[in-house]
Every structure is written in structure tokens, then in C-alpha cells.
């Protein structure tokens, strides 16, 4: 007896009303890509190791899916480190190379690539899937597609303010309204570290407040407790973290905390362009909020981070984020390389909408008309037809066997087709069409033009 058939955990198939809706919201944030200047690459679905390991911290790395080297790739492999299961030393032998963890390194790879090729600040989306070995769960899956929008080569704020606002038009496009962009800022969760005496322990500190929304802070504080921090530095750390929202307020609590911290003010000045720039400008349809808990636990980030959450009444994660990285080209031998960029999550989007119920009415089956088959002299003339709706842009379909009327009208129905038509003899005969509403019932019998007309 043959297994059942199925898929892996944390993939999925999608039928066609899925599709139909998935496209359109990536047509919608496809469109503001464009509007926002920004032009479609495409890179590999798998990169080198090396490309992508070491740049997403610890966490990251193990969530990364390797490949293993083609054909016999236990061959050279050294005996004792199988027996003695070194698993570090073993990974690196039988695999060179990954599935793409996320966009965001594969386009730093390409910039460098192709340095010589591009204008800066040198602007560009890409909706592409990314895989990550990560425990599935609602909204988290390990195969997923990003829609990602990037500039690289230039350190304007003003990058920053146009992802906002291009957050902002994605989401009013999307008639999604009250979601809230949360901001933070690297430097700020520096200068956190310094007044905290914790400076050493800042990848532990990003990774700990990543976790805030999944586990609490409560969790999060006794994870660092057991990284070794004193119950002096959690208690700060929870203290100005508890002052996250009102974006003034706090901005002047931390500028006196942080009077002796200059890459925590320059943090500050940061945030208080931007908001004071959003905040003349005005948003259509999203909140902007500061959180001092937001810390985006990927290593390569560097200044102001984001992320989108959606409105109060939809209990889910994050549904897009980005920041700013000013050092993640240098990782390829390319310098003085500022980017930033901002990823949709397509999938909890969907998720939200649907749940929201804000996705525009869609049918299974486009198509328009059914020719019925009522043999192979029928078919043919019904074919010449079929072809002149087609290129009026009208979707048009011939069943293709000759079976009963009952069956070839039944399948009509269950594919939402709303009208048929009948080819017998005597409308071959007459070189005429009997055209069938399938909601109503009434037939019609029409000449070629007229049923062009009809049905354009």
C-alpha cells in the first residue's frame, strides 16, 4: 500500500481563489513599488553558504535550510568527526551552498556584483519566496514569499520617511486602516546598553527584545539574567522600555538618560526628524509609534528600524518590517555602502484581510463562456468562435469530450460559468449561436457580431 501523499510542514498548495487574492495584493504593493521609483530584480532561489551564513547572528543561521554538495557528498569526509558527530565541521564539508534566508543579503551580494552597473542611490524591489527552518505555527511558515523594497548608497533620513510613507500608501491601497509603524532605533538600543553597563552583551540584548511579543517581558528578562545580566541592568532595560508610545515623552526621558551616550542621542535626533517630518506630512491610513522594545534581531541592522503591526482587533505578528544597515555591502568588500529597505509579509497580510474580510469579491474561474461540445463538426465551428472572443479579450472555453448535456452543464455550474452555448445541428446549420444566461435561464440565438457584442 502507497504512503499518502503530502507536503512538508510549513509549506503550502494554494488553490485558485487563494492565488486570485494573493495576487492582489501583490499587485497593489507591486504598483507602489513602482510609484515609489523603485525597479524589479530577480536573484537566486539558493545562494553560497558563505554569501548567506554569519549575517543574520546565531538565531538566524540555524534557521537556514543547506543543500548538501551533489552526488557521494559523505566523500573525504573524515571518519572521526562523523563518529564523534562535530557537526559544525561536518556541515561545512557536505554543503556549500543554502536556500535564500531572506532578500535582503542576496541583494548586498548583487550590489557588490555588480557595482560597476548601477546608478546610486540605486533603487529596487524584488517578490521572490524565502525559505527558513523555523517551528511552524499561524502566520509562520517556512516557505514564504517577500516583497522587499530597498536604496542603497545613500544615508538621507528621507529614505526613512518615504518608507513610511510608502508603508502607509501599500495599506490604504489594501483598505487596511489602523495599522501601526513602530520605530526604534539601533543606536538608541546602544545607548541602551551603555547606561546599562551591558555594551558587551548587545547581540544578547537584540535577540532577548525580539522575543518581547512572542514570550512577554516578563521571559525576556529572566532569558537575560541567565546571559549574565544584573538585576541593575534588567531593571533599567524594563524601565525605559515601559515608556514606549508617547514618541515626545519619551524622546525627552532618554534624551536625559542618555547624556552620555552620543550614538544613543544621535539615535534620538534620528526619531525626531523623522516624526517631526511625518507628522507635517500626515499619514492616510497608519499610526507611527515609538517602541524601545523593538529591536529587529538581525545582526546586520544599524540605525532606525520599523515594524507594522496590524490593527488591535487582528491578534498576529509583525505583517512588514525593515531598517537601516550601513555595513552589510562592507561583508562583501564594499565600503562606505549605506542601505535600507522594508520586507511585506504577503502571507499575514493575507491573513488580515481575509479575517478583516476587506478582499474585493472573487470567482474560481474567469471564464466567461462554455461552448458545448456536441461533436467534432460542431467543436471545430464552435473553436472559430472561441478564437474571435479571445481576442476581444473575452475567456472562452469548448468542453472538450462530447458527453451529455447534463454533464457538460453541470460542470458549467460548478465552475461559476455564466453562460453556455449551444452548437447543434440546426445552429450549425445556420452558422448562429444559442447563447444560454445560466443565472436566468433565457437563451438567445445570435450571429457571430452579435454575440461578440454580447459578451465583450
Known amino acids: 500500500m502507497s504512503n499518502k501523499p503530502g507536503i512538508p510542514k510549513g509549506t503550502r498548495d494554494f488553490d485558485s481563489i487563494q492565488l486570485y487574492k494573493r495576487n492582489y495584493i501583490i499587485e497593489i504593493i507591486k504598483d507602489s513599488f513602482f510609484r515609489f521609483g523603485f525597479n524589479p530584480i530577480e536573484t537566486p532561489s539558493f545562494e553560497r553558504s558563505s554569501t548567506l551564513l554569519g549575517k543574520y547572528g546565531d538565531e538566524g543561521d540555524r534557521l537556514i535550510f543547506k543543500i548538501l554538495k551533489s552526488g557521494d557528498f559523505l566523500k573525504g569526509l573524515d571518519k572521526d568527526e562523523i563518529i564523534n558527530n562535530n557537526s559544525s565541521k561536518i556541515g561545512s564539508k557536505i554543503s556549500d551552498k543554502a536556500l535564500r534566508y531572506d532578500l535582503t543579503v542576496p541583494f548586498a551580494r548583487y550590489v557588490v556584483q555588480n557595482q560597476n552597473n548601477i546608478t546610486l542611490p540605486y533603487k529596487r524591489f524584488q517578490i521572490q519566496p524565502v525559505w527558513r527552518a523555523d517551528r511552524p505555527q499561524r502566520g509562520r511558515f517556512r516557505e514564504f514569499l517577500q516583497c522587499d523594497a530597498d536604496v542603497i548608497g545613500s544615508k538621507s533620513l528621507f529614505q526613512e520617511i518615504e518608507f513610511i510613507q510608502l508603508f502607509d500608501t501599500v495599506f490604504n491601497s489594501l483598505g487596511l486602516r489602523g495599522a501601526t509603524i513602530k520605530l526604534n532605533s539601533r543606536k538608541i538600543l546602544i545607548g541602551l546598553s551603555e547606561i546599562s553597563d551591558c555594551k558587551d552583551k548587545f547581540k544578547d540584548l537584540t535577540i532577548a527584545l525580539d522575543k518581547i511579543d512572542k514570550i512577554g517581558m516578563k521571559a525576556v528578562n529572566e532569558e537575560l539574567k541567565s546571559k549574565g545580566f544584573s538585576d541593575k541592568s534588567v531593571g533599567i532595560i524594563t524601565d525605559l522600555i515601559s515608556f514606549s508610545g508617547d514618541f515626545k515623552k519619551s524622546m525627552k526621558l532618554l534624551r536625559m538618560t542618555f547624556e552620555n551616550s552620543t550614538t544613543g542621542l544621535?539615535?534620538?535626533?534620528?526619531?525626531?526628524?523623522?516624526?517631526?517630518?511625518?507628522?507635517?506630512?500626515?499619514?492616510?491610513?497608519?499610526?507611527?509609534?515609538?517602541?524601545?522594545?523593538?529591536?529587529?534581531?538581525?545582526?546586520?541592522?544599524?540605525?532606525?528600524?520599523?515594524?507594522?503591526?496590524?490593527?488591535?482587533?487582528?491578534?498576529?505578528?509583525?505583517?512588514?518590517?525593515?531598517?537601516?544597515?550601513?555595513?552589510?555591502?562592507?561583508?562583501f568588500g564594499l565600503s562606505n555602502m549605506s542601505g535600507i529597505g522594508v520586507s511585506f509579509g504577503l502571507d499575514r497580510i493575507y491573513m488580515v484581510l481575509d479575517e478583516l474580510d476587506l478582499f474585493p469579491n472573487v470567482n474560481s474561474n474567469l471564464v466567461k463562456v462554455l461552448f458545448l461540445n456536441f461533436g467534432n463538426k460542431n467543436s471545430l465551428f464552435a473553436l472559430e468562435a472561441i478564437n474571435k472572443l479571445r481576442d476581444s479579450n473575452v475567456y472562452a472555453e469548448l468542453y472538450p469530450d462530447n458527453l451529455s448535456l447534463k454533464k457538460q452543464l453541470s460542470y458549467a455550474n460548478k465552475n461559476k460559468i455564466p453562460f453556455v452555448v449551444f452548437i447543434g445541428d440546426d445552429e450549425l446549420k445556420a452558422k448562429k449561436f444559442n447563447l444560454k444566461d445560466m443565472n436566468s435561464g433565457s437563451q438567445e440565438l445570435l450571429t457571430i457580431t452579435q454575440l461578440l457584442n454580447k459578451l465583450s
Open 266 to 331: 544621535e539615535g534620538i535626533s534620528d526619531l525626531e526628524f523623522i516624526f517631526s517630518s511625518i507628522e507635517n506630512l500626515g499619514l492616510k491610513s497608519c499610526n507611527l509609534s515609538f517602541d524601545l522594545g523593538l529591536a529587529r534581531g538581525i545582526d546586520y541592522y544599524t540605525g532606525v528600524i520599523f515594524e507594522v503591526s496590524a490593527p488591535e482587533t487582528v491578534t498576529i505578528g509583525s505583517i512588514a518590517g525593515g531598517g537601516r544597515y550601513d555595513n552589510l555591502t562592507e561583508r
